[in-house]
Structures are given as C-alpha cells and as structure tokens.
C-alpha cells in the first residue's frame, strides 16, 4: 500500500501539482493539507494564487477515490484524505487539536483539527491520522500552544486501537519537545530515514522542517522517501508499507 502525504500550498503551482497527482495514480491513499473549496469569496482578494475549489478539482481528477473533507476554517480550508475505493474505510471524523485565540483570522493562528480515518487492508486495521498543526509566524519551536495540541494528538493516539500512521504538516523543528510528544512509541520516520529537508526550492524562509510520518512499529516499511516533485513549498512524503 502506497500513501503520500502532500501540503499542497493551494495547488498554486498549477498543471504541474496536476500532473503530479496523475503521475501516482498508483497511489492507495492521498494525505493532503491545504486543501480550500468555495473559498473565493472569502480568500480571493488576500490569496488570489490559490485554487479557490481545489477539492471539487481533485474530486473531479481523481474519481477512483473515495474523498474525505474536514475543514478547519469557514468550513472552506482544512485537510482531505482521498482513499482509492477498494480500501475499505470504517469509520472517519476529526478531533479539534486547537482552537484559535481569533476566529475570524485568516493567519495561521486558527483552529487546527486532527483528521483521522479507520480502515482494513488485507485484514489488518489501521487509522490514519492526518494533521496540519499551527503555525504562529514566529518560527517552528515549541510554544505552550503546540506542547497542548501535541499532547491532544497524543491522547488520541493513545486511545486509538489499530496499527497507527500519523502524517501531515506540523509546523514543528525535529528537536522540539512538541515533536518528542507525538513520537514517544513511535517510528519516526523523518529521523530514521535521516531526512534533511522536508521544503522544495519554492520555500525562501529558514527552517527546513515541517512535515513528518509516524508510524507504529507494528508495521513494515518498504519504503520512504522524500519526493523530488517542485509542486508545493512542501515536499511530498511517499510511505510503502
């Protein structure tokens, strides 16, 4: 089973992020942050690169999957899973991981929501969580904020029952106390893979880190990889298991 997990930056690359979802058609299950729909609006005159209806876009693009919506802010911008229709998927739904200090923002400093989605494979259970963790324009240590919204993913890790795979953007240094959090009992795979970037050229800003994938050890890795692809600021992470 082949997942990518992918900040798309609102597709605003164009053909080229289109092209890339096509080139890995072969792809079970699409992981994506940054995903709007029915977003112009609101966000057309403040982010006019973006694809205002990514979601309907993808939908259309890619009608061998089953799509999942949860969005974060004005029921518009959030995460999306999209499941190739033979994974069977059980249940699925989201937990607030933070609630913004203004809801009417538009920064990053919103409410952040953890996607997750239980499935069988071959007869073996997993839930997959999908994550696009604050950001607060200040750089990607750790602050009391992203210490609690760790902590709320570590609760829900905790009580989740399957072979567990948590992926996404979430805005965090390696080194961080936040990042130590979610990993206890965990693969990550960042670290082991010795991964020193997760952002393409496109990103100018410092910090090369921002996406991770966990997994627990259960679980037998035929491959990660970080992908070449110049579609996002982010790089796409590819996991074989």
């Known amino acids: ?18 092209e890339f979802i096509k080139k890995h058609e072969d792809t079970d299950i699409f992981c994506f942050q940054e ?18 209806n990514l979601l309907s876009e993808l939908k259309a693009l890619m009608p061998e999957y089953d799509n999942y919506f949860r969005p974060a802010l004005y029921g518009m911008y959030g995460q999306a899973l999209f499941i190739k229709k033979d994974i069977r998927v059980l249940e699925e739904g989201e937990i607030s991981i ?12 919103h409410d952040r929501n953890l996607q997750w989605a ?14 696009h963790g604050l950001w ?36 965090l240094e390696p080194d961080t106390e936040s990042v130590r959090i979610v990993e206890e009992g965990m693969r990550n795979l960042i670290k082991e893979y010795r991964v020193t970037s997760t952002r393409t050229s496109l990103y100018d800003k410092a910090g090369r880190f921002a996406d991770y994938v966990f997994t627990t050890p259960d679980i037998e ?18 996991l074989e298991i």
């Open 1 to 18: 089973m082949k997942l990518i997990c992918l900040n798309t930056w609102g597709a605003r690359t164009g053909e080229p992020f289109f």
């Open 35 to 52: 995903i709007y729909e029915n977003a112009a609006e609101r966000m057309a005159e403040r982010y006019p690169q973006v694809r205002h």
């Open 98 to 109: 933070h609630v913004g200090n203004d809801q009417l923002s538009l920064s990053g400093h």
């Open 118 to 131: 239980t499935f069988d494979k071959d007869g073996k259970k997993f839930i997959l969580m999908n994550v």
């Open 136 to 171: 607060n324009g200040k750089g990607k240590t750790d602050t009391p904020e992203r210490i609690a919204q760790s902590r709320r993913i570590r609760e829900f890790m905790d009580k989740a029952k399957g072979s567990k795979i948590v992926c996404g953007d979430l805005n």
């Open 221 to 238: 890795i035929r491959d990660f990889k970080v992908l070449p692809d110049e579609v996002s600021d982010h790089a796409a992470l590819l």
